[in-house]
């Protein structure tokens, strides 16, 4: 069984920051594309940040300079260093991995339970 556990959400003013981090778990073979995903009140879930198994990143152009998405493929974790934080990040937040549990079988995504970023003004 894969399980992705965060951690770092919270409650910070705007301008403040915030480190999330997600830990993978389980039976793993392989995990390509690591990501943070958030999905705000009355909004469709977006793509904040997504890093390759090599290290290419790429951002929403919202957070663009602001967020810093990397990964330990060791310890099989993805972190987002958020700085510069808007009001407008707040969101519920969720890592996604796209990864193999065995060497036969097709990759799917896995996420974790989410964890909430409230950015006061």
């Known amino acids: 069984q894969v399980q992705l556990v965060e951690s770092g959400g919270g409650l910070v003013q705007a301008g403040g920051s915030l480190r999330l981090s997600c830990a993978a778990s389980?039976?793993?073979?392989?995990?390509?594309?690591m990501g943070w995903y958030r999905q705000a009140p009355g909004k469709q879930r977006e793509l904040v940040a997504v890093i390759t198994s090599g290290g290419t990143t790429n951002y929403t152009d919202s957070v663009k300079g602001r967020f810093t998405i990397s990964r330990d493929n060791a310890k099989k974790m993805v972190d987002l260093q958020m700085n510069s934080l808007k009001p407008e990040d707040t969101a519920v937040y969720s890592c996604?991995?796209?990864?193999?549990?065995?060497?036969?079988?097709?990759?799917?995504?896995?996420w974790g339970q989410g964890t909430q970023v409230t950015v006061s003004s």
């Open positions: 389980g039976r793993i073979f392989i995990i390509n594309d």
């Open positions: 996604n991995a796209n990864l193999k549990s065995r060497s036969y079988l097709a990759a799917g995504d896995y």
